[in-house]
């Protein structure tokens, strides 16, 4: 309930009303009066800050509350079974993280609670008469074992992303100059939306600079000069 409290008074920042979600990351990643609480809304999108503590609720639940609430072990699997079919819908209906591959585990693990706890009844109750008892637990074995794989993969996958996106960067962010006297309107309308789409963040404004070939090539070094326009002062 704290964690929930301290998000709730900074949602100003964290979740502002009729923000576009790219321009809320940049906010929030660049204030660094927000890095004491980050490891609490860092994965999530701004619509669903306060999961972590909702997600800190669940485990508690399974882990703490759920052993306790029987001493029949069939009880507490069946109930298992309805707590992760719970937690199945609601992790493929919200959707909380930003990563859509962490989103895809999030769902494949409920998936693996929800077979483990139905594998936990079938050995407790009659519903196993004449199952393997060694291959019903080798199964769940695998199961839970292609979740670690998967998170193996999705890791793998994400860092070549990564490497790809940091090349993208480093080409788009690579001064050029471009003789441009030749360009029809349609190729100034491309390369503007290219440059507007690739190269200017959310937070930045894309001005126009007007001069010949020489003067760009000192522009790019030393930046726009500043000239005072006397039309202002008279």
């Known amino acids: 309930l704290y964690w929930i409290l301290l998000l709730y008074l900074r949602r100003s920042i964290l979740n502002p009303p009729a923000t576009e979600e790219q321009l809320v990351y940049y906010i929030r990643d660049n204030d660094q009066d927000l890095e004491p609480l980050r490891f609490l809304f860092a994965p999530y999108r701004p619509a669903t800050l306060y999961f972590e503590s909702f997600e800190m609720f669940r485990r508690v639940l399974f882990i703490g509350v759920l052993p306790l609430i029987s001493s029949h072990s069939d009880r507490r699997a069946a109930l298992g079974i309805l707590m992760s079919l719970c937690s199945?819908?609601?992790?493929?209906?919200?959707?909380p993280f930003k990563s859509s591959s962490t989103n895809r585990l999030a769902y494949v693990a409920q998936y693996a609670i929800w077979l483990t706890f139905g594998g936990a009844l079938l050995l407790e109750t009659e519903m196993g008469t004449g199952l393997s008892s060694f291959a019903l637990g080798l199964s769940l074995f695998l199961v839970n074992i292609s979740v670690i794989l998967l998170v193996?993969?999705?890791?793998t996958l994400h860092y070549f992303?990564?490497?790809?996106?940091?090349v993208r960067v480093k080409e788009m962010s690579a001064t050029k100059v471009e003789w441009a006297v030749t360009f029809d309107n349609k190729k100034f309308q491309t390369t503007f939306d290219s440059i507007i789409e690739h190269t200017v963040s959310p937070s930045n404004v894309l001005c126009y600079w007007y001069c010949d070939v020489t003067s760009s090539k000192q522009t790019l070094k030393s930046g726009i000069?500043?000239?005072?326009?006397?039309a202002?002062?008279?």
């Not at 199945?88 to 959707?95: P, T």
């Not at 193996?152 to 890791?155: D, E, I, M, Q």
Request: glycine share 0%; proline share 4%.
């Open 88 to 95: 199945l819908e609601l992790f493929r209906s919200v959707q």
């Open 152 to 155: 193996a993969v999705l890791l």
């Open 161 to 166: 992303d990564e490497k790809k996106k940091a």
């Open 225 to 230: 000069p500043a000239r005072k326009l006397e």
């Open 232 to 234: 202002e002062f008279k």
